[in-house]
């Protein structure tokens, strides 16, 4: 009953978090980083940090289930709770400089630090689910193809464009994904459990 509960919490959280970091991010450039919603002073910086933590919690509770189809997907999924927690916590400076285009400050490299390893042990998280059995190994696959495409897009932009319309959209479309995979993920546990 508290696997069913924490796969229903996971599902529940995570859709009131990316629906709070969509409308933080709604009226921004596209250009924008999602985490300059964030700054400091932003109009809707107080909504982007409560939808992080509400990410992070989603994440947390969805390691309850999946620790019963492999112990390392939940931990991989424990472990970046913590780490979208904290880059919703530790807010990036205006304009979320990244090297190597711009000089962080150290603020902005613990920001982007704890994002990247949140959006990696996601992948993990991912990547781990195509190798079990069915019916989780469809859940993997669904990951796969839904968020592998805008991740590494979004980080080659990162990498290789800086900050632009690129990497803005791909950013975004990165997010959506794997918000999206972590509710269907939820929601397929609840409804196996139930």
């Known amino acids: 009953m508290i696997i069913r509960w924490a796969a229903l919490g996971s599902?529940?959280?995570g859709c009131f978090g990316a629906a709070g970091l969509t409308a933080?991010?709604?009226?921004?450039?596209?250009?924008?980083?999602?985490?300059?919603?964030?700054?400091p002073g932003a109009p809707h910086a107080t909504l982007y940090a409560a939808s992080m933590v509400l990410l992070a919690l989603s994440l947390a509770l969805l390691a309850v289930p999946a620790r019963r189809a492999r112990w390392l997907i939940g931990a991989s999924l424990l472990l970046a709770a913590p780490m979208a927690?904290?880059?919703?916590a530790v807010r990036c400076s205006p304009g979320c400089p990244l090297p190597p285009y711009d000089s962080p400050t150290v603020r902005d490299l613990v920001h982007a630090a704890a994002a990247i390893a949140a959006l990696l042990l996601c992948a993990l998280a991912i990547l781990l689910?195509?190798?079990?059995?069915?019916?989780?190994?469809?859940?993997?696959?669904?990951?796969?193809?839904?968020?592998?495409?805008p991740l590494l897009l979004s980080a080659g932009g990162i990498l290789f464009v800086g900050r632009s319309l690129f990497t803005g959209v791909t950013e975004r479309a990165a997010l959506v994904a794997v918000s999206a995979w972590v509710v269907l993920t939820?929601?397929?546990?609840?409804?196996?459990?139930?």
């Open 11 to 13: 599902a529940l959280s």
């Open 24 to 39: 933080a991010v709604t009226g921004s450039p596209p250009s924008a980083y999602v985490s300059e919603a964030g700054v």
């Open 85 to 88: 927690a904290t880059s919703g």
């Open 129 to 149: 689910y195509c190798l079990l059995p069915p019916p989780h190994r469809w859940t993997g696959w669904l990951g796969v193809l839904l968020a592998y495409p």
């Open 186 to 194: 939820a929601v397929r546990h609840a409804r196996e459990i139930s």
